[in-house]
């Protein structure tokens, strides 16, 4: 007897778990009067099986008869109620949902939470600089009137439309080209001596520095635009042929090491392309020292000669055209808001300077800023994208890297390193990396290189304006302590501010004491 008990023990209780997690299940979806016909039918069906109902205590329960109990009621569940489940599940989260309604969480303004999408707050800014920028054009337009005026852009750069001093001095820079080219080809197969052939290069790009500052000083036919112009021209060209020198020159170290090839990756890691019926070919030294590729590179938009520049495949044309639109519009553009927005401030500056008004010369600065800094980023989108890209897509030059991500910069060095790529490389390719090779510190070379910048920015503006007065010179200089403070004490978005501030009342200052001394110098004595 006690065999078959213990044998039908198991059994019995299956079917007790089974039978009451229907019950179980009835209960919970249809009520009292479900828990009663299950509780009928649990009865029946024990009384058909000779069976009495044995009731055991909740704690006796195992863990394995709770699992059970819970999979049994799951299965009679799905067979008898199937919406019931979900109906429970959405009924219980209403619940929820209604008795807990907070979380643990930060506010969105808050950097610790993570939030980082301020799209519509920088909307607002854009519309907010778009609604103050009109009322301003528009007080502009109600107190001077119309001041734009195309006949006058060509006054800025001729005196005299038969006389075209600065065209003519641009055009005389082909000498210095040529006197490049052919001093190269002489030291490639050797008919001169590298001393020579070094102090010709010197006198050569000597002559870049000094003929046309001393043409534009001497000829007063020479308007200070067209002065601009030239000696820009020199100085890009200046650059130029040094880094054609120094690259040809590394090339002759090469082969005198017995080099049997030129490398592809010392010269350019690519490989030839094609433009249709068109290969670009490798080149390797001295097979580079022609006319073509000479001219190639004085008209790319780079300052870094190498032997095989890399290559777009085609020319395409929508984006040449797109480009094209860009220059003559950003250009009429530029035109338009120096003569209606900034020529009315700055000769309304002039009284406060002259009376040292310290109160109205800092308010005029201010009013200065705003049209400058807009003139100063429609520039360097219309030269350094739309131009330059413009030159690179008609030449098909594969290195359309201009400029990088400067507006974030945090310090002032890292603004000075991306704004202006063609030049950031010049200076590390041929003089800042130099300079380290023969061993002097990074702060010295880094010094030196704005030191550089500074000369050269005086020169462009000194020299055109006729007078000296060091005040482009001395702003470049600024940058080493001002890049030093920022650096050591401002990070972060702080450092991104001070770059800003400084590029928005920075160049303001300095176009005020330029346009300032040369009204004094030119025309308060008429006055």
């Not at 590298?194 to 043409?215: D, R």
């Not at 010369?361 to 890209?389: G, Q």
């Not at 020299?463 to 470049?476: C, D, E, H, Q, S």
Request: glycine share 6%; net charge positive.
């Amino acid at each position: 007897m006690s065999d078959r008990a213990d044998a039908r023990g198991p059994v019995s209780r299956r079917r007790r778990t089974t039978i009451s997690g229907a019950a179980a299940a009835a209960a919970a979806a249809g009520g009292g009067g479900a828990a009663a016909a299950g509780r009928q039918a649990n009865g029946s069906k024990l009384h058909d099986a000779g069976e009495k109902p044995r009731q055991h205590p909740a704690k006796s329960k195992t863990e394995d008869e709770v699992q059970g109990h819970a999979g049994d009621s799951r299965e009679v569940s799905r067979q008898q109620l199937p919406d019931s489940p979900r109906k429970e599940t959405s009924a219980a989260e209403d619940i929820s949902e209604r008795l807990s309604c907070h979380v643990l969480q930060e506010s969105l303004l808050s950097s610790a939470s993570g939030y980082s999408n301020y799209r519509g707050i920088l909307n607002w800014c854009v519309v907010m600089l778009v609604l103050s920028n009109a009322r301003l054009f528009l007080e502009n337009i109600i107190k001077y009137g119309i001041l734009v005026d195309p006949i006058q852009v060509v006054s800025l750069f001729l005196k005299d439309p038969y006389s075209w001093p600065a065209a003519c001095l641009i055009i005389a820079s082909n000498v210095c080209i040529l006197v490049a080219l052919y001093t190269e080809r002489r030291l490639a197969v050797g008919t001169i001596s590298k001393t020579t052939g070094l102090i010709i290069h010197i006198f050569n790009l000597m002559s870049l520095l000094i003929v046309p500052s001393a043409t534009v000083l001497s000829v007063t036919s020479i308007t200070p635009v067209g002065g601009v112009l030239s000696l820009g021209v020199y100085t890009v060209l200046l650059l130029k042929l040094y880094s054609y020198q120094d690259t040809n020159r590394w090339c002759r170290e090469i082969r005198q090491a017995k080099a049997k090839k030129l490398t592809r990756s010392y010269s350019c890691p690519s490989v030839a392309q094609s433009n249709g019926s068109a290969v670009h070919t490798h080149v390797s030294y001295p097979g580079n020292l022609t006319h073509r590729d000479m001219y190639y590179f004085v008209f790319a938009p780079t300052l870094c000669y190498q032997l095989n520049f890399p290559r777009s495949p085609r020319i395409r044309k929508r984006f040449l055209m797109r480009r094209l639109f860009e220059m003559l519009f950003f250009i009429q553009l530029l035109v338009g808001l120096i003569q209606q927005w900034m020529v009315p401030t700055i000769q309304n500056s002039m009284k406060p300077f002259q009376e040292m008004d310290f109160s109205r010369m800092v308010e005029r600065l201010l009013k200065l800023a705003v049209p400058n800094h807009l003139i100063w980023l429609i520039f360097f989108y219309w030269f350094f994208h739309s131009s330059m890209n413009f030159v690179a897509e008609l030449m098909q030059f594969g290195d359309r890297e201009f400029y990088r991500d400067w507006w974030n910069s945090e310090t002032v060095t890292y603004f000075w390193a991306n704004w202006n790529i063609p030049v950031h490389k010049w200076c590390l390719r041929h003089f800042y990396k130099p300079m380290l090779r023969k061993g002097v510190n990074k702060f010295l070379a880094q010094t030196a290189v704005f030191l550089v910048s500074a000369f050269f920015h005086e020169y462009l503006m000194s020299v055109p304006l006729k007078m000296f007065r060091l005040w482009a010179f001395m702003g470049m200089m600024a940058q080493v302590p001002l890049a030093w403070f920022v650096g050591r004490f401002l990070n972060g978005i702080y450092g991104n501010a001070a770059v800003w501030i400084s590029l928005i009342i920075g160049q303001p200052v300095a176009v005020l004491m330029y346009v300032h001394d040369y009204y004094v110098i030119h025309y308060s004595s008429s006055t």
